[in-house]
């Protein structure tokens, strides 16, 4: 069975770059979501995949939702009663709760760099929001900045909106309980990624409402490398050049950008730097959840 493949007893709604998602026949209050081993970077799904990626990153996202004090979408045995989930996919496949999903990609960033940096340099603005003049690739903001984006559909980018309007999409309540949350969660897994010797540069939350209770729940993937930039502390207190290193892509976005010229398609990553790749996935999750 492949990932996007049939799946005997569940339905596949939707695939994403690296992971898939399939609601349970039958059941319409369980969903599975599958992670690959697939790593995408500018904006293209890259060859061949990184052993290992898919079962890192669903053990990261399990790690951080059972450490958050807010409620996720993640089923428990406690729940339900498990229905059973291919065993070649267990390691990489989350089950959860059906939820009415938001349409806004909840983003905070601590720090300032990435489409971030690019918009300060021409504006010195982030997302609109003025910041003090003065600040470099890297630097951290005098305090994280929520800055909504509207969902877009598969394959198009997702348009960073105000807090304003996301009161418009949603409404004033809602849009206030997202900011509040996303913030406060970013805090809190701030404190415990420092505690480790990493840094949270920033990261992505979704969030849907529980269709029973109405309660507002952190869906998708929490806190993933795939989510969020990680960098580590001690390099970044050092400075220099590789400060920013994330503790994942950069090897292959470094590799890429000394060997592909961003037309076509891009070319496959050699072993060494599938390898090299895969250990600093896994470096993470031993910093972090050791
Ligand atoms: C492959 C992961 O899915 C997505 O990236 C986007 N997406 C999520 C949903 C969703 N829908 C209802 N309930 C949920 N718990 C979820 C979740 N997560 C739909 N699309």
């Not at 489409?115 to 630097?139: F, H, K, M, R």
Request: proline share 6%.
């Amino acid at each position: 069975m492949t990932d996007a493949g049939a799946l005997l007893g569940w339905h596949h709604v939707y695939s994403g770059k690296v992971r898939n998602l399939y609601e349970r026949e039958g059941s319409p209050t369980l969903m599975l979501v599958v992670a690959s081993d697939r790593v995408s970077a500018f904006d293209h799904v890259l060859e061949p995949g990184i052993p290992g990626k898919g079962a890192l990153l669903t053990q990261l996202t399990r790690w951080w939702f059972d450490r958050l004090q807010v409620p996720n979408h993640l089923v428990t045995a406690l729940d339900v009663e498990l229905p059973a989930v291919p065993a070649e996919l267990a390691d990489r496949a989350m089950l959860v709760r059906r939820l009415d999903m938001l349409p806004i990609e909840c983003v905070v960033r601590g720090y300032l760099t990435g489409s971030g940096w690019a918009e300060y340099q021409q504006s010195g603005t982030v997302c609109g929001i003025p910041l003090p003049a003065g600040l470099n690739d890297g630097d951290r903001l005098p305090e994280p900045l929520y800055t909504p984006a509207f969902k877009a559909p598969l394959g198009e980018h997702d348009e960073n909106i105000t807090f304003e309007r996301s009161i418009e999409l949603v409404g004033e309540e809602m849009a206030t309980q997202l900011r509040d949350a996303s913030l406060a969660i970013f805090a809190a897994a701030s404190a415990i990624a420092a505690e480790r010797g990493v840094l949270l540069a920033d990261t992505k939350f979704e969030f849907g409402t529980d269709p029973d209770t109405g309660v507002l729940t952190l869906a998708d993937e929490a806190l993933t490398s795939d989510s969020s930039r990680y960098w580590d502390a001690a390099l970044y207190a050092a400075g220099g050049p590789n400060r920013m290193d994330s503790f994942d892509k950069q090897i292959v976005r470094d590799w890429l950008a000394a060997n592909w010229d961003k037309q076509g398609e891009p070319p496959a990553l050699p072993a060494e730097i599938v390898e090299r790749t895969a250990a600093r996935y896994r470096e993470l999750i031993d910093r972090l959840c050791a």
